[in-house]
């Protein structure tokens, strides 16, 4: 009876312990102040801000890093605005796991969405994404078997990356996409416009395509409209789409470990 009584009072306390956990509150800093007191971006988007993350290895919920990392990029860059917050809960933070062992989250502002983009290695991307209230094309499942012609990053490889190291980040109009025939054929698109430019300023970049099929694409959405997709399946390296208002694209290229 002792051992029944004991094994009670451990669970009833695990039990009490977790609600506890799910209702811890973190500061998280207000998009609207820090992003206009950011200061310059250290990648090749202004709105994309590359940290090292070594965090990410001692931190178990996903969720809780991806907050770790805004509170971080804001210490770094828009030190200014780290007074200017709101209290959110883990439950108020969206990880997907497009890939494997590197994390894409989402958390909502006032006026726009962080989203947390971890590379494949020590570092990860912060992007600053306004909310969206652009008309992209839908997904349709009926394109699912469609190719996706996207560019092949193996053959652009070294001038995606520039000094990024491990990830580099760039911003792309695709004001001119925004009546094809579904959101995931922008985003093939938006790839080979990016390698097309890089190749041309570069002998060491070449232009060629790869297909992988539609459905391989994975996509989520916030509230405020901002989209974010990702593949695993294009060789070299990834790319990862958020989508921007004014019809603008970021891409995150990251490279394999």
């Known amino acids: 009876m002792k051992t029944i009584a004991s094994l009670s009072v451990v669970a009833m306390a695990v039990a009490a312990a977790i609600?506890?956990?799910?209702?811890?509150?973190?500061?998280?800093?207000?998009?609207?102040?820090?992003?206009?007191?950011?200061?310059?971006?250290?990648?090749?988007?202004?709105?994309?801000?590359?940290i090292f993350s070594d965090f990410y290895y001692e931190i178990e919920d996903k969720r809780e890093y991806a907050v770790t990392a805004v509170k971080n990029w804001a210490k770094n860059f828009?030190?200014?605005?780290?007074?200017?917050?709101?209290?959110?809960?883990?439950?108020?933070?969206?990880?997907?796991?497009?890939?494997?062992?590197?994390?894409?989250?989402?958390?909502?502002?006032?006026?726009?969405?962080?989203?947390?983009?971890?590379?494949?290695?020590?570092?990860?991307?912060?992007?600053?994404?306004?909310?969206?209230?652009?008309?992209?094309?839908?997904?349709?499942?009926?394109?699912?078997?469609d190719m996706l012609w996207m560019a092949n990053p193996a053959k652009c490889y070294s001038d995606l990356l520039k000094s990024g190291v491990d990830s580099q980040a760039y911003y792309l109009d695709a004001y001119n996409y925004r009546y094809f025939g579904d959101f995931r054929f922008v985003l093939a698109r938006t790839t080979r416009d990016l390698v097309q430019n890089l190749a041309g300023q570069s002998n060491q970049c070449a232009y060629e395509t790869i297909g992988i099929e539609a459905n391989k694409m994975e996509c989520s959405e916030t509230s405020g409209g901002t989209k974010i997709c990702a593949s695993r399946h294009t060789n070299a390296g990834y790319f990862?789409?958020?989508?921007?208002?004014?019809?603008?694209?970021?891409?995150?290229?990251?490279?394999?470990?």
């Not at 950011?38 to 988007?45: G, L, P």
Request: aromatic residues 8%.
């Open 19 to 50: 609600p506890a956990q799910a209702n811890t509150t973190f500061d998280l800093p207000n998009f609207s102040q820090c992003s206009d007191a950011a200061t310059q971006s250290n990648t090749n988007d202004r709105e994309v801000y590359r």
């Open 78 to 145: 828009a030190s200014s605005c780290i007074t200017s917050t709101t209290q959110i809960t883990l439950d108020d933070v969206q990880c997907d796991d497009f890939i494997g062992g590197a994390p894409v989250c989402r958390i909502e502002s006032d006026e726009g969405d962080y989203v947390v983009v971890k590379d494949y290695v020590d570092s990860t991307n912060v992007v600053l994404s306004k909310h969206d209230q652009q008309n992209w094309p839908a997904v349709h499942t009926s394109n699912d078997m």
């Open 240 to 257: 990862v789409f958020v989508s921007d208002d004014n019809h603008g694209m970021h891409v995150v290229f990251n490279r394999w470990d």
